[in-house]
């Protein structure tokens, strides 16, 4: 698919900044950490921006249920799932979330190293926020991997594998200090794939869980920056998985994602492997519910493809895998050091198209990588015209600072984006839905279209039928005839009534999209807080009492 602002959810693949801390740094005194709050130094911000900074509110003391939290996440889905496990904490704790950045006390800001775009904006938020008198507190893979960035300095800090101590770093924060935390987790001298999968969540979207499955990766591409941040594989056991997707369903939710930054290698480190996880997980899943896998490597499938085409034809799977290829030459891939040739890509989607019917292959390409000539975009372009990818996500080259792809030698700006615009004609010259009018789908509606305007749901390759917004029908499995299609999508008439919608079986919580939707609805969230304020103000007129009489 076209990079469009809507799907600005890439790769995440990385590597080691000169400006980065160094592991020494990172691993001394880490055996007994905890919260050590020092009183906020000057954060470094442009002129026009300190001439224009409100004056923030020092809590003195903090009262569960009387401050509101902003929270504002970009790139993957293994950072929507981190944002929804710090936003569940922050919400048992009694903290308010708001979507309003503007009645919020605090924003907590979740950020990806992928692109130059991502960061810059993550910046300007940042200075958003200062200029308007909020506390800022500061997380993922940017401060992770280079805390020591001018533009972070005074900031707190969570680090990818802290999020189970948001609580914490918030309620410092509040009061003024600066808290900064770094550190891996690990068991016995082991690393640990992260928090602990149990932690209570707000989900953006409560029909749909997202699972990290691992965090890090093995690859070591020339061009990525995230490698840092999140490290080498660490992969979290099979049965808090198993109980995580378990939980989910008990919850309401009707769909599961997995994520990892690759999660074709997952187990590797533990002994295990990502088809032994999937067939675990497909026992536990309900009737007319799926599961979704999430992006993996070719290097890292190409060993299970006869299992994982099993998997994918199961039915509460979707046929559905992003395979990121980012060129269709092997000597720009020599150069990104992507451990894998056009040959062994070309293998994983013609075997798993013969195996797997109908099946859905997603896949990137970066635009410009240095060094690349017009023979090497040329087999980039034979390629894409040879699968005529239905998901096809085109991203221009990003010289990350501290990679070594930032320092080869780039070619010219307007020849890069003349190639992007090149393959984005090629990609919206063919329709993979044309001629779909009338043909009949199950599929399961678990969101809502980004106009507002209809419901969506996926059939079984996860492609996307958009549907009339009907009353109760999200969380459901149906039967809907195609009436039309466009280049990203298909729309559909409902062929049963309502008597004879399938509601997934354990989806009774999600009939009220807004009541199981805190951080989306203002109203109803200050409702449902309005017991934690009560006892939070009883508590403070006893203490008041008791110090005065």
């Known amino acids: 698919m076209v990079e469009l602002e809507e799907n600005n959810i890439a790769d995440i693949e990385d590597l080691i900044s000169p400006e980065d801390i160094k592991p020494i740094e990172r691993y001394q005194n880490k055996k007994n950490v905890t919260v050590r709050a020092k009183k906020r130094s000057a954060v470094k911000l442009s002129a026009e921006v300190s001439e224009e900074l409100t004056p923030k509110i020092i809590q003195q003391s903090i009262i569960p249920g009387s401050q509101k939290v902003y929270v504002k996440t970009w790139g993957c889905s293994h950072n929507n799932s981190d944002s929804e496990y710090m936003a569940g904490q922050l919400a048992a704790y009694g903290y308010q979330l708001t979507d309003v950045k503007d ?12 692109k130059n775009p991502s960061e810059d904006t993550f910046r300007n938020e940042i200075e958003n926020g200062m200029r308007n008198g909020k506390h800022v507190v500061v997380a993922g893979c940017v401060p ?71 965090t890090g990766c093995l690859n070591q591409c020339t061009y990525c920056k995230t490698k840092h941040a999140r490290g080498d594989l660490a992969s979290y056991p099979p049965e808090e998985i198993i109980a995580r997707a378990q939980q989910s369903f008990n919850e309401g939710c009707c769909e599961i994602w997995l994520t990892s930054e690759d999660t074709g290698a997952y187990g590797r480190d533990i002994g295990s492997s990502l088809p032994e996880l999937l067939w675990q997980l497909v026992d536990v899943i309900p009737e007319n519910c799926m599961l979704r896998v999430g992006m993996t490597n070719p290097p890292y499938i190409l060993e299970h493809l006869e299992e994982i085409a099993k998997i994918l034809k199961h039915p509460r799977v979707y046929s559905f895998l992003h395979v990121p290829v980012q060129s269709g030459s092997d000597a720009v891939l020599g150069d990104m050091k992507r451990e894998y040739c056009r040959e062994d890509f070309e293998q994983v989607v013609d075997f798993l198209r013969a195996k797997v019917p109908k099946v859905t292959i997603a896949t990137d390409i970066i635009c410009g990588f240095p060094g690349e000539t017009e023979k090497d975009f040329e087999e980039t372009i034979n390629l894409c015209e040879k699968y005529q990818f239905p998901s096809l996500f085109i991203n221009q080259f990003y010289p990350r600072p501290g990679t070594p792809a930032a320092k080869m030698s780039r070619i010219p700006a307007n020849l ?32 809502i279209s980004h106009d507002k305007r209809h419901y969506v749901g996926h059939n079984k390759s996860y492609e996307q039928v958009l549907l009339p917004m009907r009353k109760n029908l999200l969380g459901t499995s149906v039967r809907v005839r195609i009436t039309g299609t466009t280049k990203f999508s298909m729309s559909a008439e409902l062929l049963d009534e309502e008597t004879d919608w399938t509601r997934c079986s354990q989806s009774s919580q999600t009939a009220n999209w807004n009541k199981s939707n805190l951080c989306i609805n203002e109203p109803l969230k200050q409702k449902c807080l309005g017991s934690v304020l009560l006892m939070g103000f009883v508590a403070f007129i006893f203490q008041w009492l008791w110090r005065h009489l």
């Open 103 to 114: 009645k919020a006390d605090l924003w907590l800001l979740n950020s990806c190293t992928v």
């Open 144 to 214: 992770q991997g280079a805390p020591k960035a001018d533009y972070l300095r005074g900031l707190s800090v969570i680090g990818v594998q802290q999020i189970d101590r948001v609580v914490e770093v918030v309620e410092e924060t509040l009061k003024g200090h600066s808290v900064r935390l770094l550190q891996n987790k690990k068991q016995q001298g082991k690393r640990l794939g992260g928090a602990n999968l149990a932690l209570p969540k707000v989900r953006k979207n409560p029909l749909i869980e997202i699972i990290p499955i691992n």
């Open 416 to 447: 890069v984006k003349k190639r992007t615009k090149r393959l984005t004609e090629l990609f919206n010259s063919y329709y993979p839905y044309k001629g779909r009018e009338g043909e009949i789908y199950n599929v399961l509606v678990t969101e």
